[in-house]
Nanobody
Framework: QVQLVESGGGLVQAGGSLRLSCAASGRSISNYAMGWFRQAPGKEREFVAAISWSGDSARYADFVKGRFTISRDNAKNMVYLQMNSLKPEDTAIYYC???????????????????WGKGTQVTVSS
């Protein structure tokens, strides 16, 4: 079992930055694919970013490319999402997800993730 707790959300003006953190406990995430998803009011949850075991490979949704960066620190059992140049349409609850993998793949689909955090609210004002 892996428990995930997100933090770092809040209210920020458009153009600002936030750094989300995901603290994992229960097991080492060294062999877990990790990802960030988000859900805006009235919309389905969508993929934001994902990262492989070692952190040397990542993938991003088109709408965050060049603005968001996912990273991980396996020694600390932490995953991060640095969000820059935030826009009002980035307003959503952001979720961290984990899934154990035999190989260091990147996982971008929601249904493939077994473990989820409860989310952290990000609100971007215009």
């Amino acid at each position: 079992q892996v428990q995930l707790v997100e933090s770092g959300g809040g209210l920020v003006q458009a153009g600002g930055s936030l750094r989300l953190s995901c603290a994992a406990s229960g097991r080492s995430i060294s062999n877990y694919a990790m990802g960030w998803f988000r859900q805006a009011p009235g919309k389905e949850r969508e993929f934001v970013a994902a990262i492989s075991w070692s952190g040397d490979s990542a993938r991003y949704a088109d709408f965050v490319k060049g603005r968001f960066t996912i990273s991980r620190d396996n020694a600390k059992n932490m995953v991060y999402l640095q969000m820059n140049s935030l826009k009002p349409e980035d307003t959503a609850i952001y979720y961290c997800a984990a899934d154990w993998r035999v190989t260091p793949v990147i996982v971008t689909t929601e249904y493939e993730y077994e473990y989820w955090g409860k989310g952290t609210q990000v609100t971007v004002s215009s």
